[in-house]
């Protein structure tokens, strides 16, 4: 298992470099530049000051000698500082990260406590009214666009019927409110941009585990169980989920990379102060530091999670560590 957990950990970092050298080129050969987008058209500036701009921060350089420079400084987790305000990059991003890590988790969470219910119901009660009333609702999330769904929740349960806050993360008035109180709103203001995020999840794993369930629930060691007298509840949770959750785990570490490249449209969407708004800012203002800084930091949660969920699949399923301590 050891073996198996550090070739894992050794993949990421290849992975991470490609992925960045990829984002790097194309960030630099897309139409537009830093300078014209920070200085416009200010007849004031002049091209000297232009062209000292670009020297400062290296553009007038190669880009695969831009990218030697950043991969380099990139080691020490130094990302440089951005073209807009001058602060350093990883400061930005820090400042940004909890709120981004608060809202996908508990999206993540939702997806998982949710979905991973209505499968194993939908797959007991095979086409009954739960399950026929689950189909269509899943239909129906698979149809939406995730940011038309957001725009409708915003519309008639933020400005229709006032029931949640829009945007933002915390009120003004936070700062004159106690702790409990202060919590309470942020779960408050959590509720739309978790309910949008996680919706579309909900529908696939949903699916995905009602599939699961119905295969291993015809698996002779479940007809074998219900044979020697168990209780239904033990069959169907401890033998039929046990083998159900293989593929599970697997379509759970791919949900993750669709919620972190989610945040960028959500959290512009609903104002969040996360660090998928920072980028999406910084996108929109050629800000390469912060635009590499906010892609690498975004590509290493992706592999992260699923470098967890292939952790998770070789705990759940013997044969991954038995095929791992023989190669």
């Known amino acids: 298992?050891?073996?198996y957990i550090l070739k894992r950990l050794l993949l990421i970092i290849p992975m991470l470099i490609g992925i960045s050298f990829i984002l790097f080129v194309v960030m630099h050969i897309a139409p537009g530049d830093p300078t014209s987008v920070k200085y416009g058209l200010n007849p004031d500036i002049s091209e000297s000051a232009r062209s000292n701009f670009n020297k400062i921060y290296g553009l007038d350089r190669p880009v695969l000698v831009q990218y030697a420079t950043w991969l380099r400084r990139f080691f020490?987790?130094?990302f440089g500082d951005s073209?807009?305000?001058g602060r350093p990059v990883i400061s930005k991003i820090m400042s940004r990260l909890p709120a981004t890590l608060l809202l996908q988790a508990s999206s993540f969470l939702v997806i998982f406590c949710v979905a991973l219910p209505?499968?194993?119901i939908s797959a007991v009660r095979r086409g009954g009214l739960f399950d026929r009333t689950?189909?269509?609702a899943v239909f129906i999330g698979y149809a939406l666009p995730a940011f038309w769904l957001a725009l409708l929740l915003i519309f008639f349960l933020g400005f229709k019927l006032q029931l949640f806050p829009v945007s933002g993360m915390v009120p003004w008035y936070a700062v004159y409110i106690g702790g409990f109180a202060r919590a309470g709103d942020l779960l408050w203001h959590l509720v739309l941009p978790v309910f949008a995020t996680a919706f579309g999840g909900v529908a696939a794993l949903s699916r995905y585990s009602r599939s699961s369930m119905i295969e291993a629930m015809g698996q002779n060691y479940v007809l074998t169980a219900r044979a020697k007298g168990l209780s239904e509840r033990r069959v169907i949770?401890?033998?039929a989920l046990r083998n159900?959750?293989?593929p599970i785990i697997t379509i759970m570490g791919l949900t993750l990379p669709g919620l972190i490249s989610g945040s960028f449209i959500f959290e512009t969407i609903f104002a969040w102060p996360g660090m998928g708004r920072l980028g999406y800012e910084a996108i929109m203002n050629y800000d390469?530091?912060?635009?590499?800084?906010?892609?690498v930091i975004s590509t290493f949660l992706t592999l992260l999670g699923i470098f967890l969920s292939d952790i998770a699949y070789a705990a759940a399923d013997p044969r991954i560590r038995y095929e791992t301590r023989r190669t």
């Open 237 to 239: 949770l401890v033998h």
């Open 288 to 295: 390469y530091p912060v635009v590499m800084g906010v892609a």
């Open 134 to 136: 689950m189909t269509v």
């Open 83 to 85: 073209f807009m305000d």
């Open 244 to 246: 159900a959750l293989l």
């Open 118 to 120: 209505i499968g194993i």
């Open 76 to 78: 020490f987790l130094d």
């Open 1 to 3: 298992m050891g073996k």
